[in-house]
């Protein structure tokens, strides 16, 4: 009787053990793990009720940079969304580059995004290092078509705006000229 008793309470130190690190990895890992995504709102701001009552225009993205300027109301900026157009069987590539404004020349990312991942007239999801310290910052995102690597007889890929100034708190640019009036179609998303 001694013998199992004293299995018995070897098996308990050992179930209070694995509670012990179970708890452990729930308080103090799984929160740095679970970060989660969300969407900025008023980065839509008046945006999202006007795309069903205007027209969704496009400029093709060729041998431009085509951006928009933005004030990023959250900290840990890490995406932005765009709505891309590409031809059917298109194979280009896109840089995506993030400032701190469009006539900064150093950027704070850059990814290359091939449009043959593009569906067609659907957000394009950019996903980025994340930026901490984003809250209340201007930013300037832009895409850039690749020159001398598009064959002439391929209809480059474009990117959706708006006219009559949907977003109030930023500006469209076109190779480093700001259009007035008009405004990209993006969202913008950080992790809390």
């Known amino acids: 009787m001694n013998l199992s008793y004293?299995?018995?309470?070897?098996?308990?130190?050992?179930?209070?053990?694995?509670?012990?690190?179970l708890a452990f990895l729930y308080f103090f890992l799984v929160p740095n793990f679970a970060k989660r995504l969300y969407m900025d709102v008023s980065s839509l701001n008046t945006v999202a009720a006007k795309i069903?009552?205007?027209?969704?225009?496009?400029?093709?993205?060729?041998?431009?940079?085509?951006?928009q300027t933005f004030i990023c109301n959250y900290p840990n900026l890490s995406r932005i969304d765009v709505i891309l157009s590409s031809p059917e069987n298109s194979y280009r590539e896109l840089i995506f580059h993030l400032k701190t404004s469009a006539d900064d020349k150093k950027d704070l990312t850059t990814i290359h995004i091939s449009t043959h991942n593009v569906i067609n007239g659907s957000y394009y999801h950019?996903?980025?290092?994340?930026?901490k310290n984003s809250m209340g910052r201007k930013y300037y995102f832009c895409l850039?078509?690749?020159?001398?690597?598009?064959?002439?007889?391929?209809?480059?890929?474009?990117?959706?705006?708006?006219?009559n100034n949907?977003?109030?708190?930023?500006?469209?640019?076109v190779n480093d000229k700001e259009l007035e009036d008009c405004d990209l179609i993006f969202r913008t998303y950080f992790i809390r």
């Open 6 to 21: 004293s299995k018995l309470k070897s098996l308990d130190w050992i179930i209070i053990v694995i509670l012990g690190l």
């Open 52 to 67: 069903y009552k205007e027209e969704l225009k496009t400029v093709q993205i060729e041998n431009d940079f085509v951006g």
């Open 126 to 131: 950019i996903n980025f290092p994340t930026q």
């Open 144 to 163: 850039e078509g690749l020159r001398g690597k598009i064959p002439s007889v391929l209809e480059p890929p474009g990117i959706k705006y708006l006219e």
């Open 166 to 173: 949907p977003y109030s708190n930023g500006e469209m640019y």
